[in-house]
């Protein structure tokens, strides 16, 4: 009798890729949608706070947006009072990203739901099947990201 695994072409893989991938989406939103914020919004304050000062297009570019997109978040966090520009020491044209207080404040509250969050969705596996699972989607960034340098 042949396992359930064999045969498996690289399409069907990234069909339950995608699958998944939209149901981490969905988790992730709901428990966020908790909180009153939407991923998107959540993502750039948690990135500004984790590596600022921060660029627009370094902030971006780490969590996977266009920059059209992120100056469009960004303006409505700092009307928001969660962020702020601030203009850059060594260049002036230049402008830098903070998180404010209550912007930081958001920022571990909505850290620790998203973590809830992929606690929740990941619980059915074992912790080899997590490192495994880590293993690998490292390697397919990796493998995209020498894809992008040729």
Do not use: C
Not at 31 to 44: A, D, F, K, Y
Not at 98 to 107: F, I, K, N, P, Y
């Amino acid at each position: 009798m042949p396992r359930a695994n064999e045969g498996v072409t690289a399409a069907q893989v990234a069909d339950e890729f995608s699958r998944t991938a939209k149901v981490l989406v969905r988790h992730f939103n709901e428990r966020l949608g908790e909180h009153g914020v939407s991923t998107p919004r959540s993502r750039l304050v948690v990135e500004v706070a984790r590596s600022q000062p921060v660029r627009l297009t370094e902030l971006a570019l780490a969590v996977g947006i266009a920059q059209g997109t992120a100056s469009t978040l960004v303006d409505a966090l700092v009307r928001d009072g969660l962020l702020e520009r601030q203009t850059s020491a060594d260049d002036r044209r230049s402008v830098l990203l903070r998180v404010t207080a209550q912007g930081a404040a958001l920022a571990q509250e909505w850290t620790a739901g998203y973590e809830l969050a992929a606690e929740e969705l990941f619980r059915p596996l074992a912790p080899e099947q997590l490192s495994t699972l880590v293993d690998i989607l490292r390697t397919l960034s990796a493998g995209e990201a020498s894809a992008a340098g040729d």
